[in-house]
C-alpha cells in the first residue's frame, strides 16, 4: 500500500477533526486505524468500502458532505495525478479549439 493512501485516511480524518477511535467505531479497533495510516497494514477493498461508509456518516452528522468512495481511499497519487492532468489536457483543447475558431472571424 502506497504512503498516499495511508495519507488520504488521515487526510479525511483530519478534516472531519475525529479521533482514530471515533473512525474504528462499530468497524474496527483505533489501533488498526493506526495500524493503516502507518503502513502497518494493507487497506482491504471491504475495509475501503466500510472506512468510506464510516466518514460519510460522520461528516453528515458534522453537516458536512463528502461523498467518499472506497475507490477515493485506495486510488494511487498516479492515478489522481493522471485524472487531473487528463482533465487539464481537454480543457486546454477546449480552450484552444475556442480561440481558434475566434480568430477566424
Known sequence: M???IINRIKYYRNLLR???KELAE???SSNYIYMLENGKKKLSMA???K???RFNELSQEKGIILNITAKDLL???EEIIEEHYTE???NLKKENMILKNLKSY
Open 18 to 20: 475525529i479521533t482514530q
Open 51 to 53: 472506512l468510506a461508509n
Open 26 to 28: 462499530g468497524l474496527s
Open 75 to 77: 486510488r494511487t497519487s
Open 2 to 4: 502506497g504512503e498516499f
Open 47 to 49: 475495509m475501503a468500502v
Open 88 to 90: 487539464e489536457f481537454e
